[in-house]
């Protein structure tokens, strides 16, 4: 079976702080990607980042950074000195298979506040 | 390029109405897809195409409709509308297989609310 799980339904931080999100998938494919997006309150989905399988390689892009896993099935996004505009739903995401098939499987999200 | 549109941007219907969202991209994409966002559940897939004439079921097809009869368009049909459809719908597209062809284009949503 194929799942991913984010088992933080909400975080609340204040701004400046660090904030990490938890994301735990389920495959038995040995290719696989692995997708972060961003739905601020305006409603649209924003990528943010792409991962596949064969590559562990942690990524920073500004204040966000991304840590890849396999051992423990993990790709957790944090992001450093959060600000206001970071408050939205994250969700990770999973496809699975050597080509893209264009389905996604989506954790359930994680709603983050940043307060002022 | 307008990207991924979707109309409309918000619909009531009642019990039993039937209607179509429409999606349509003009970036040639190959694969096309619908989406259901309910609270707490992330987004699950309804229908997916993989080209024009070709579509398959995601996850949750029951009670939706899809066709792809042009590479730019894929509209999805309820045909008759039940309260437990009441959700947000996002259309998405991407290339079938280059470098760029795991990232997933939506488009902005429709919300839809059966009463």
């Known amino acids: 079976a194929q799942k991913v799980t984010q088992a933080q339904t909400e975080i609340s931080v204040v701004e400046k702080e660090d904030v990490t999100l938890d994301c735990v998938y389920e495959t038995r494919d040995t290719t696989y990607y692995l997708f972060w997006y961003k739905q601020p309150p305006s409603g649209e989905l924003v990528f943010l980042i792409r991962?596949?399988?064969?590559?562990?390689q942690n990524e920073i892009s500004g204040r966000y950074s991304w840590n890849f896993q396999k051992s423990t099935s993990s790709f957790n996004f944090t992001i450093t000195a959060s600000q206001v505009v970071d408050s939205a739903v994250y969700f990770c995401a999973l496809s699975t298979g050597s080509s893209n098939t264009g389905k996604l499987i989506f954790g359930q999200g994680t709603t983050l506040q940043v307060k002022p | 390029n307008a990207g991924v549109t979707q109309t409309p941007k918000f619909q009531v219907l009642k019990t039993g109405q039937s209607m179509t969202l429409q999606c349509a991209q003009d970036?040639?994409?190959?694969?096309m897809s619908w989406y259901r966002q309910d609270p707490g559940m992330g987004l699950r897939l309804i229908h997916y195409?993989?080209?024009?004439?070709?579509?398959d079921q995601g996850e949750v097809p029951n009670g939706y409709n899809v066709s792809r009869s042009t590479t730019e368009d894929f509209p999805l049909r309820l045909l008759s509308a039940a309260p437990s459809q009441t959700s947000v719908y996002f259309c998405?597209?991407?290339?079938?297989?280059?470098?760029?062809?795991?990232?997933?284009?939506f488009g902005p949503g429709t919300r839809l609310t059966v009463t």
């Open positions: 195409s993989v080209g024009a004439g070709i579509t």
């Open positions: 991962r596949n399988s064969f590559d562990e």
């Open positions: 970036m040639n994409h190959e694969y």
């Open positions: 998405a597209s991407s290339y079938r297989a280059d470098a760029r062809s795991y990232e997933q284009y």
